[in-house]
Structures are given as C-alpha cells and as structure tokens.
C-alpha cells in the first residue's frame, strides 16, 4: 500500500477529514508521486473473442472488425507497458461477446477488489471467470452478491478523495449501497451521482486526468457532480473522446478527435492516441480495455 494511502488511512481512523485535506493540496499534486487513483503497477486485459460481433451495442454502426480491434488492443497494451505497467493478458473468452471490457467485472483499489454484478444479463458470468485472477494478485476479494444489486465497472470514477458511482441502466441503487458498504472498512466514501440519460455508463463521458482534474462532457459537469474538481470540458461535437484513462505518465485517449488531444496536451499532460474504431462500434473506450491497481 502506497504512503500517501497509509496516511489517508490513519487520518480518516483519527477523524480527520481526508477529502477536505486532500483538497486543500494544489491542483494535480501527487503527493510522493504515488496517488492510487492513477497510479499503478499492473493492469489486466482480455483478448477479443471471435464472438465479439454480438457484442452489445445501443445503436447499430456495423459490426466491429476482429483483426483491426486485435491491432488496436495490441497498441493499447504496449502503451500500458510503456508506462511501467505489469500487464496481465488473458485469453479470450467465446461464451461472452465483451468480455474484452474487462473493466466492468471489478473494482480495484489498493487494499483489495470487488467483483462485480454487472446489470447486462449476457455478462453477469465474465464477473466470475474474473474473480480467480485477482485473487491470485490480492490478498482481499469479496463480491457484489445481492440478487437485486447491479454494478458495472464502468459506472464507477475512482478519485483520491472518493468513488463516485454513477446510476444508470447497468447499475442500480442496490448495486451502489451495497459497494458502498463493501468498501467502507477500507477507508473509502462512496458517492452516488448520475450517468446522463442514453450514456451508457457514467465513464462513458468522463475521465480522471490527476488526483484533481477530471475530463468531462459539458452535458455530465452540468449536473454539478464534479463541484470542488477541476474540469476540462470535451469539445463541443468530441463527446465519444471523454473516456480516456490516465496510467501513471499517460493520458490514453482514442485516437480521432484533434481538439480534444489538443485541449488535454495544452492542460499539459503526456499523451498517446489509441485506434477505438472497432470498440466504439460497442459502446468502448479507454477505460473499459483494462483493470488498473496495484495488487497488495
Ligand atoms: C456493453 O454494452 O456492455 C459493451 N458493449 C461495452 C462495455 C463498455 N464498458 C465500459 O465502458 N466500461
């Protein structure tokens, strides 16, 4: 467990307001250049099934092209790797058309992870095929397992000083309370907010760029949930751009939208631009290729 964590920890044991605290540091500030929401030492991905073109999807675009996503997701893993990631490849998995969003099976945070209950019915088993692997890396894994919680991955925003869960048609209140009460002898405040209607999940339009800054649509900021965080607005019109992930030095972003690569090199941030044509034909981005932590 990283320094700044310990610390946040013990302050939260003796009473102390650790949000308010971590507010207080300057925008961006890395305390120890060890902040656990964006840094970390492993990831893991899933390979894309040959099933992938029954992935679900809101609209129709055409189905994704296997050859191209596998090209894409080989960029997206040398990237990870480049950042000093240990990045744990599995195989892909037939049974389950996006299973390669891995994303959506757990949570990972630096005392243990969650698997998930996800709320699309045709992935409910990619939560179990998940759970030997991370717990063969932590030395704590429990599970959502109420019958009427639903949660996915992608619904969730891990910031320093909270998670924020967004509702939305993957995850319901139940989902949320129940996290909630999971995480909290870890020292972590969960906060419910809301995806934005037809968004798939709350990530879908947001992103954590460092432990203050978050990259959102004007359309998910409006709703005020990210009040006390600097926020970069997505270009009008670069909506599909807004999920990207932050993995230590890297800002990974889809490649495709120009004013929002500029927007973010401008902030300052290192970035590389990643093929996600065949996965937005899915409804996937950045954030759902990988489970990101630092396994205890
Ligand atoms: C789905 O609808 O579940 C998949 N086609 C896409 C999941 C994307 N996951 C994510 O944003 N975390």
């Not at 790797?81 to 891995?102: C, I, M, N, Q």
């Not at 989902?175 to 906060?191: N, Y």
């Amino acid at each position: 467990m990283c320094n700044l964590t310990v610390l946040g920890h013990w302050l939260a044991r003796t009473g102390f307001p650790v949000g308010d605290g971590l507010a207080l540091l300057p925008a961006g500030c890395d305390i120890f250049g060890m902040s656990f929401s964006f840094r970390f030492t492993h990831a893991i991905t899933r390979r894309p099934a040959a099933s992938i073109t029954r992935g679900l999807r809101a609209v129709d675009t055409g189905n994704p092209d296997l050859a191209v996503m596998q090209a894409h997701h080989d960029a997206y893993i040398a990237t990870l790797r480049e950042t000093g990631a240990k990045v744990v490849e599995l195989p892909a998995l037939d049974a389950y058309p996006d299973s390669v969003f891995v994303e959506d099976t757990a949570l990972c945070l630096p005392q243990g992870a969650v698997i998930m209950r996800p709320g699309a019915p045709s992935r409910l088993g990619e939560a179990t095929e998940m759970a030997p692997h991370l717990r063969a890396l932590y030395a704590q894994v429990v599970a959502i397992t109420s019958a009427d919680s639903f949660i996915e991955g992608g619904d969730i925003l891990v910031t320093e000083r909270e998670i924020l869960v967004g509702r939305s048609a993957r995850t319901n209140a139940a989902g949320i309370a129940e996290l909630a009460r999971l995480v909290a002898p870890w020292g972590h405040t969960v906060r419910e907010v809301h995806t934005p209607p037809g968004v798939l999940h709350f990530k879908t339009d947001c992103s954590l760029l460092d432990a203050e800054t978050i990259l959102s649509t004007r359309r998910l900021s409006a709703s005020g949930c990210f009040h006390g965080y600097r926020v970069i607005d997505i270009p009008e019109g670069e909506e599909a751009a807004a999920n990207t992930i932050r993995f230590n030095d890297l800002v990974l972003m889809p490649a495709g939208f120009p004013r929002t690569r500029d927007t973010i090199a401008t902030a300052g941030f290192n970035l590389r631009e990643i093929g996600n044509s065949e996965c937005a034909k899915l409804d996937g981005g950045m954030s759902c290729l990988s489970l990101r932590f630092t396994p205890t």
